[in-house]
């Protein structure tokens, strides 16, 4: 009773009404009936996927050192030694992996469904920023185990930067920390990977769910309509789909640990240098035009991605031919992009 006493008079909070609105805003947060189906709770798996990124990248840290002669002793020394290490790093990569295919799938889900539509244009666009801070946190995690692919990738990777015009070579220095990936380089991404973009993430994500429960879950037709509340029914779907992607990279990380290959070589350049499976498309798009043209088309093309929600009001008045183009658009993107990954993976 004292207790209570002294929190009150240290928190004046009023606690009934307090209990009120988290039950509203949570526990009873009102879910369309069509989130029953799992195909639409693709939204919740980047977040529990980031939840555990956050979570490995914190124990990672205890061990790993940013520095070029200890980067990759310091990754042996995790994967080798430290009780459990190889299955953090496994977690954390496959993690990564898993994190923007369920972004990618709750990308095409909202698209498809004509979900990014008004009022939830901003949403949209929130959720295209994601995705983008998501490529960038692979990127550069990437990088940070200092091997002779992860070096070269690297290298490769920021060396299309400086293509971009208006801001490449700027932005070229600023994360190279020089004109040439040098010891500068991996102490750089090691700040954007663990200082810079997890905060970022975090407010962006924040935006996201912000506006999410501002406007609602949009509801798809042909689906009886009425709610349920969140607790307990979609709670206990979110804690089984964490206790099965835990599962599932675990069983990833047995199967297919995570390796170290050879040191990073400056002065040894490997045979074959690609970038990780997630940059596939644009790699391949870039080796068949020239490099300037590609670099711009990647841009407008990210530029119409990020502002499709205002761009599409403007084809056409009748609803009938905006969605005849939007499908036509969405399933032209989604064949070039699979087929773009799937070539590139089939060269040697």
Known sequence: ??????????????????????????IKEPIPNHMKKWWYCMGATPLILFGLQVVTGIMLTFYYVPSPEMAFESV?????????????????????????????????????????????????????????????????????????????????????????????????????????VTTNTLTRFFTIHVGLLPPLLILFVAIHIIILRVHGVSEPEGYPKGHFAFYPHHFYKIIIATLLLLTFMSALTVILPPGLGERANPAETPLHIKPEWYFFPTYRFLKLVPLQIGIWASAVFLVLLTFWPFIEPKISKKMETREKVAYTVGGLTLIFTVGFTIWEMMVF
């Open 1 to 26: 009773m004292k207790l209570t006493q002294w929190l009150k008079e240290r928190f004046p909070i009023d606690y009934p009404k307090f209990v009120e609105i988290n039950e509203k805003l949570f």
């Open 76 to 180: 042996r020394h995790i994967t080798e030694d430290v009780r459990l290490g190889y299955w953090m790093r496994g977690i954390h990569r496959w993690g990564s992996n898993l994190m923007i295919i369920s972004l990618l799938l709750h990308i095409v889900r909202v698209y498809f469904t004509n979900s990014y539509r008004k009022p939830r244009e901003i949403n949209w666009m929130v959720g295209v920023i994601l995705f983008l801070l998501t490529l960038t946190f692979s990127f550069t995690g990437y990088s940070l185990v200092h091997n002779q692919l992860a070096y070269w990738a690297t290298t490769v990777g920021t060396n299309m930067i400086k293509e971009v015009p208006f801001i490449g070579m700027a932005a070229l220095e600023f994360l190279r920390g020089g004109e040439e």
